[in-house]
């Protein structure tokens, strides 16, 4: 079977002491694309030079909302010379988040990092949003507790005419139509089995067919060890590590979850991905 990624992070630093083993794991386990996303300027060429080395790689380019208050004064001529240099990148990882700026305690993924009020995370994704409809790339969209000015932000701004994706959908059930109209793909990642999040996984038994991708979101969001196929050292803080491999174990879960064949659901991803994506 072919296995696609829509969304990871294979130039994160947990993972480079392991390329050459992730890239062996990946090729043996059937992985013809994933999606790698650089979140910010520093990021960029580096995804587009490992995209140059591993052909199973379609880069894309954004400034997440983590790092969107961060940004230097040319990021837009940035962003649209990585993009026009690689035609093949697409545009991500974008979007909102509100927890980030109700954040009360210290967390080490923004430990020094100026968050910016959602305003400005709002003008910032309707920039590259712009960007995404007028080349029309993919738009690869992480949102967490702005679902409502998402939806919002999604209907006022250009779209691209290719779709975009939903990463690690976690919204409402009652949103998904609004975001299906506008163009949207979901993906399904392993973290949804735990079971806090059993109403968010109950969603993707709804998702339609040619909507739904599976990601991996490597190296974070690892399987449960017993469902850990690829195991890898933990990172240098002792933070666990999700093996990009492991996306072999989210199409296992999402298709029991979907009560279809493996192969089938197999299909019908790869059709998808090479819709949005390739």
């Given at each position: 079977m072919n296995l696609y990624d829509a969304h990871q992070h294979f130039h994160?630093?947990?993972?480079?002491?392991?390329?050459?083993?992730?890239?062996?794991?990946?090729r043996r386990t059937g992985v013809k694309g994933a999606v790698v996303n650089g979140t910010n300027e520093d990021e960029w060429p580096v995804v587009a030079r490992l995209a140059r080395d591993h052909d199973w790689i379609v880069p894309s380019f954004g400034l997440h909302?983590?790092?969107?208050?961060?940004?230097?004064?040319?990021?837009?001529?940035?962003?649209?010379?990585?993009?026009?240099a690689s035609p093949r990148a697409h545009v991500g990882e974008i979007g909102l988040d509100r927890w980030v700026i109700?954040?009360?305690?210290?967390?080490?993924?923004?430990?020094?990092?100026?968050?910016?009020?959602?305003?400005?995370q709002r003008e910032v994704f309707a920039a590259q949003l712009a960007l995404a409809a007028e080349l029309n790339r993919a738009a690869s969209i992480h949102c967490v507790q702005a679902w409502g000015a998402l939806l919002e932000a999604l209907k006022k701004n250009p779209r691209p005419a290719r779709g975009f994706l939903l990463h690690g959908y976690a919204g409402p059930a009652e949103m998904i139509k609004n975001f299906t109209d506008l163009g949207a793909y979901y993906s399904f990642?392993?973290?949804?089995?735990?079971?806090?999040?059993?109403?968010?996984?109950?969603?993707?038994?709804h998702i339609p067919a040619k909507r739904l991708l599976v990601e991996t979101d490597a190296p974070t969001k690892p399987p449960p060890a017993e469902r850990n196929r690829f195991p890898l050292p933990p990172a240098a803080d002792g933070s666990p590590v999700n093996h990009p491999a492991n996306i072999a174990v989210a199409y296992d879960a999402l298709a029991e979850l979907r009560g279809v064949p493996l192969e089938t659901l197999a299909v019908q991803v790869g059709q998808n991905f090479s819709r949005l994506f390739l």
């Open positions: 994160f630093a947990a993972l480079t002491p392991h390329r050459a083993t992730i890239d062996a794991d990946l909302p983590w790092d969107c208050g961060n940004r230097s004064a040319g990021w837009e001529k940035t962003l649209r010379a990585a993009l026009f109700d954040l009360k305690s210290d967390d080490p993924r923004v430990a020094g990092l100026r968050v910016a009020p959602l305003e400005e990642n392993i973290q949804l089995l735990e079971p806090k999040h059993a109403t968010r996984l109950n969603n993707f038994r």
